[in-house]
């Protein structure tokens, strides 16, 4: 019998414990202040890195990388260091998502379906969006690629991004925009994170939660130019490109269903599962 998120304890640090206290938290804010008269919900930004360590960030004393912006997120809120996560992305992922051990989700690896969330899982997107909350993530999802798993059948509005572990252009990449691959310019931790900000600034009306998934963190790749704006960005000449650049320009679109002409959510899913 699956637990609620009322019930979860966070007292003792577990393996699954960051994702049952973020979703508790969350869950417990919105739900309760819901309740009082006049009371606006709270908009939630949830910001995730792939695969970054506690000791990358210079307020847990990095002396090599500074993050100052992150810092004063520690610094003027609630920094947690008694907990602890997967050492893999997508059991993290769905701990994350649904406030539950992995291993009750059906989360057992990174790939091979290991890493598809159990469809009879609700997702803290489901629950915001109960609560009349515009739901958006953007970035890595690696959770489940086709429908029913993909992002926009777990709760979400809007999604731009990848679905997969990996994703092998860093720069100029095609991403996924809600069905469809779109070719993109730029880096893309500052893409996705641009799309973040755009669909926070178009659900100001309305709570929303939007969730920011960066990919880079989980492997070293090619780093961008610090010089100028963000969208003009180039990767360095001394950095090699990804091996997988040459698979993909060698072909019309990165996914099958992208090279149909897909005019219907119902198209496009029946297209991914063709595709399987």
């Excluded at 307020?59 to 907990?83: C, Y």
């Excluded at 809600?178 to 600034?201: P, S, V």
Aim: glycine content about 8%; proline content about 8%; hydrophobic content about 30%.
């Amino acid at each position: 019998m699956k637990k609620p998120f009322s019930s979860i304890s966070v007292a003792t640090p577990t393996l699954a414990a960051i994702g049952q206290a973020a979703a508790y938290a969350l869950a417990s804010l919105l739900f309760c202040q819901l309740k009082a008269a006049d009371f606006r919900p709270p908009n939630v930004v949830l910001i995730q890195a792939d695969d970054a360590g506690w000791g990358d960030y210079s307020f847990n004393g990095n002396k090599m990388i500074h993050t100052p912006n992150i810092d004063s997120i520690a610094k003027n809120g609630v920094a947690m260091d008694r907990f602890y996560v997967c050492p893999v992305c997508s059991p993290t992922r769905a701990e994350l998502l649904t406030g539950r051990y992995h291993l009750r989700c059906g989360v057992t690896g990174v790939s091979l379906g290991q890493e598809r969330l159990n469809l009879d899982e609700k997702t803290i997107a489901n629950h915001f969006k109960t609560a009349g909350y515009t739901t958006g993530a953007f970035g890595k999802w690696h959770n489940g690629s086709q429908w029913p798993y993909h992002p926009m059948a777990r709760g979400f509005d809007a999604y731009v991004g990848h679905t997969s572990g990996h994703w092998g252009e860093y720069f100029d990449p095609p991403l996924e925009h809600e069905g469809r691959m779109q070719q993109e310019k730029g880096y893309i931790a500052d893409i996705c994170t641009d799309y973040a900000l755009n669909f926070i600034e178009r659900s100001r009306e309305k709570p929303f939660s939007a969730t920011s998934r960066s990919q880079p963190p989980i492997r070293r790749g090619p780093l961008p130019k610090r010089t100028g704006s963000a969208s003009k960005r180039e990767a360095s000449p001394n950095t090699p490109q990804s091996p997988l650049r040459k698979i993909q320009t060698k072909r019309a679109a990165p996914w099958p269903w992208s090279r149909t002409k897909t005019r219907t959510w119902e198209e496009f899913w029946q297209n991914s599962k063709n595709s399987t």
